[in-house]
């Protein structure tokens, strides 16, 4: 095993990316997690509540009609136009790719 040492400040910034990479081995370890999600036609953020067949159910779940700047999004939260939903399920083989979300999730239409 190898080991690198990184200041705390450096740990703070990349801290959520290790946490993800390390404890995602399939589509279970995502359930409690909260994801950003791009598919080949709209953008999804929410919390992952359970996974059944191709799907997964996504819970305080929004549809993210304009995400801005994508970084800022990202990192910080800020969504342009976002349509809380509540419930909604996303096909995994429509999925182009997906962000953890170390924000709090949308509760209010914007």
């Known amino acids: 095993m190898k080991q690198i040492e990184v200041s705390d400040e450096v740990y703070e ?3 959520g990316f290790i946490e993800v990479e ?3 081995s399939c589509y279970d370890d995502m359930i409690g997690k909260c994801f950003f999600i791009r598919t080949v036609t709209y953008h999804l953020v929410g919390r992952v509540k359970s996974i059944f067949g191709k799907f997964l159910e996504l819970e305080d779940a929004s549809w993210v ?9 990202i990192k910080e939260g800020t969504l342009n136009e976002v349509e ?4 909604a399920y996303v ?4 999925i182009t790719d997906f962000f953890p979300w170390n924000n709090k999730l949308p509760d209010a239409q914007k």
């Open 84 to 87: 809380p939903v509540g419930k």
């Open 13 to 15: 910034k990349i801290k």
């Open 65 to 73: 009609a304009d995400s801005g700047r994508f970084m800022n999004a």
């Open 22 to 24: 390390k404890s995602l």
């Open 91 to 94: 096909n995994t083989e429509s």
